[in-house]
């Protein structure tokens, strides 16, 4: 009996050890390297199905294009570059490859384009006698418009700010939120300041999640509401001035304003980058961040290549000669009409 107790558990020892035994990652080789990335942005990146309507190159064939210019032989910095070309197929600001010498990006998608936007002929609106509520800076134009500037949502502000910035404003005619050359940050200030800009909860848009390896693996789209700020609320017309570099989170805020009903959005395309980013590492260390939950607008149409204006401004050269910026002054007489 004992002898046949101890066969047993013999028998049985691979059967338990099999199921605490780790998966080993792959070997550190630039060959394992490329396949990891390539993997991971096929099972897990949201756009793809997207992307190749768009016009860019199915990832397969994105494989076939790469990978025979990766060899075991070659240098950390030439694989490094091979993996950035790859990525750079995507046409996604959201898609980092992070190295301890370099970060990897595609910022094509503001470089390209006129930036729409003067820091000198900025500095002239704003003079010297402008507020400071947090992340922003307000001020009452000559013509009783009011006008905020918002440069980055990586800047918190509050509640208790948003209340302030509102009241000081409360007696404009109209008020001007600009938010050219705001890359994004956290979407919490985003929502935090369009709150202030509708009476009623808005359907803004919608948001899906991946379920799947596949490349059309989504959840049911949820949808996305603005609901109305129990603070000071903005009640007259409103317009949002946006450039190519609003991305990310901007982005996300133009969206939901353009559903307010008061609020006019003016400018150039924004940049995009509508894919809640999420990150991942390599057998060699290396992170790599990309696009993983796809955002839609209230009609269930893609804004990850950006969200088109309602007015279509931009600076004028004669205008920055003057010193002026054409956007803002297109805004002014809008909001006088």
């Known amino acids: 009996m004992k002898h046949f107790l101890l066969q047993l558990s013999v028998l049985l020892l691979p059967l338990f050890f099999h199921g605490c035994i780790r998966e080993e990652s792959p070997e550190d080789t630039p060959v394992n390297n490329f396949e990891t990335l390539w993997r991971i942005i096929d099972t897990q990146y949201c756009f793809?199905?997207?992307?190749?309507?768009?016009?860019c190159l199915p990832w397969e064939e994105v494989y076939a294009k790469y990978r025979p210019r990766v060899s075991d032989a070659m240098s950390?910095?030439?694989?490094?570059?091979v993996l950035c070309d790859m990525l750079s197929e995507l046409r996604d600001g959201h898609v980092n490859l992070y190295s301890a010498s370099d970060m990897g990006r595609y910022w094509s998608w503001h470089e390209d384009y006129p930036s729409n936007f003067s820091d000198s002929i900025h500095r002239r609106y704003l003079g010297t006698d402008y507020r400071i509520a947090a992340g922003i800076y307000y001020k009452i134009l000559d013509d009783?418009?009011?006008?905020?500037?918002?440069?980055?949502?990586?800047s918190a502000v509050g509640e208790g700010n948003l209340d302030e910035v509102m009241h000081y404003l409360r007696l404009c005619d109209g008020l001007i939120v600009d938010v050219r050359n705001n890359t994004g940050g956290t979407?919490?200030?985003?929502?935090?300041?369009?709150?202030?800009?509708?009476?009623?909860?808005?359907?803004?848009?919608?948001?899906?999640?991946?379920?799947g390896a596949g490349h059309g693996d989504f959840s049911t789209p949820?949808?996305?509401?603005?609901?109305?700020?129990?603070?000071?609320?903005?009640?007259?017309?409103?317009?949002?001035?946006?450039?190519r570099s609003c991305y990310s989170a901007t982005n996300t805020f133009v969206r939901d304003m353009h559903e307010c009903p008061l609020v006019t959005i003016m400018g150039d395309r924004t940049g995009g980058g509508s894919g809640l980013p999420f990150s991942s590492e390599l057998p060699n260390g290396w992170s790599v961040r990309f696009s993983a939950c796809p955002m839609y607008d209230a009609r269930m149409g893609q804004i990850e290549f950006g969200i088109e204006p309602d007015v279509r401004v931009s600076l004028e050269w004669d205008d920055v000669m003057r010193g002026e910026d054409t956007m803002i002054e297109t805004a002014r007489d809008f909001l006088k009409q």
Do not use: D
């Open 144 to 154: 009783n418009i009011g006008y905020i500037y918002y440069g980055s949502f990586t």
């Open 48 to 55: 793809h199905e997207y992307k190749v309507q768009e016009g």
């Open 222 to 243: 949820e949808a996305e509401y603005l609901e109305p700020s129990s603070g000071i609320r903005w009640q007259k017309k409103a317009v949002v001035l946006a450039n």
């Open 187 to 211: 979407l919490t200030y985003a929502e935090r300041l369009a709150e202030r800009f509708t009476n009623e909860k808005l359907l803004v848009g919608y948001i899906a999640h991946k379920t």
């Open 76 to 81: 950390s910095s030439q694989l490094f570059e």
